[in-house]
């Protein structure tokens, strides 16, 4: 059976190598997007195009946004036209790409229109998606983002004197909707307390020196602005308390990196996006909070960092018996096996269930 899952590979995010491993072992043969329309008689192979992170652009400039979106908009309407099963994978409430917003939105609706199954990583997607699309209830499927454990190799700890001032650690590609700026100008304001390094490449180089000017008055603050390679993640997942985390809650949904962290039994600061709200049987075991404004934000992210200063101080083992729990949480409820099946079975319904007569794009508005 011929399919595509875009993307296929992923050098940097062991999600995509995750996915399509179940499906390499069911006999799947898995192409690329881009040879989609290489020929007729491949393009008429293919039953399923699996879409993840569709709708984002390159908003390097607005030439190459507007050939991006054409470009996608092309391909998306001859697998529609075609017949061929779609499914869409939901992993933000918006496109992170603020210059791009608008035709980000427009792809949006139409892969939120013309998929056979949409696949959701938490639940709060599926009250987004029913009250912006009615519609689109029957087809949404809920399937659990899988556990990183041993994806990066095993889980190393380093032992802490309990007298040392909090590690924190962010990690992850280092990006304004992450909210760096604040969470350097929160954790520097700490001084001796907190000891915070900043892990990750920023994604342009105007970027990496405004952060490193802005975390120049803070000791406290380490930056560590460059790829990380897989082999160092474990290391340096072990030599935190904790990871800190402050995503903009307007656009973020759901996080890998929180997934890598429990997955390396540590427990996170985070805001409480789509993935910590599933887990709220779990909420004692991580620091998660909300907030109404920019500045709301760096109060509340300033009083989770007092108080997980404070538990370690009082509890020193604390913070490592909240990593373990939601490690043992994720082995129970998002294991990589169970994600495997659920996303296999989607896939079985789908392409056994008769195709449905196609409508002409833009026919009915």
Wanted: contains cysteine.
């Amino acid at each position: 059976m011929h399919i595509v899952f875009n993307p296929p590979l992923n050098e940097e995010n062991k999600y995509i190598h995750i996915m399509v491993s179940p499906l390499n072992s069911a006999g799947y043969q898995v192409h690329e997007l881009d040879t989609i329309l290489s020929s007729a008689d491949h393009f008429k192979r293919i039953r399923l195009v699996h879409l993840n992170w569709f709708e984002n652009l390159d908003d390097r400039s607005q030439t190459k946004a507007i050939k991006s979106f054409f470009r996608k908009l092309t391909v998306l309407t001859a697998i529609r036209l075609a017949g061929k099963k779609l499914v869409w994978t939901q992993h933000n409430r918006m496109s992170h790409e603020k210059k791009t917003g608008k035709l980000s939105q427009t792809l949006t609706q139409l892969l939120v229109k013309w998929a056979d199954a949409i696949i959701i990583h938490s639940e709060i997607s599926r009250t987004m998606l029913t009250q912006q699309y009615p519609k689109s209830a029957s087809k949404i499927h809920y399937i659990p983002h899988p556990d990183f454990i041993g994806s990066y190799g095993p889980v190393i700890n380093k032992p802490k004197p309990s007298n040392q001032a909090l590690q924190l650690l962010f990690l992850g590609a280092v990006k304004p909707y992450k909210n760096i700026e604040l969470l350097i100008e929160t954790v520097g304001k700490f001084g001796d307390e907190v000891e915070l390094t900043i892990a990750g490449k920023p994604n342009t180089k105007d970027y990496y020196h405004q952060l490193s000017a802005l975390a120049k008055p803070y000791p406290n603050v380490r930056l560590k602005l460059q790829f990380i390679p897989d082999e160092q993640l474990p290391k340096l997942m072990g030599q935190a308390d904790l990871l800190v985390l402050p995503y903009d809650l307007v656009s973020s949904l759901n996080s890998g990196t929180v997934i890598l962290a429990f997955s390396y039994k540590k427990t996170v600061i985070c805001p409480e996006i789509g993935t910590l709200v599933d887990m709220k049987m779990a909420n004692e075991s991580f620091f998660s909070y909300r907030y109404q404004s920019e500045q709301d934000h760096q109060e509340q992210l300033h009083l989770m960092v007092k108080k997980a200063i404070k538990t370690k101080a009082e509890q020193p083992n604390r913070l490592e018996e909240m990593g373990d729990k939601m490690y043992h949480y994720l082995k129970d409820h998002q294991s990589k096996e169970l994600v495997g099946k659920h996303l296999l079975q989607v896939y079985k319904e789908l392409l056994n269930t008769p195709q449905n007569n196609r409508e002409i794009p833009f026919a009915n508005g």
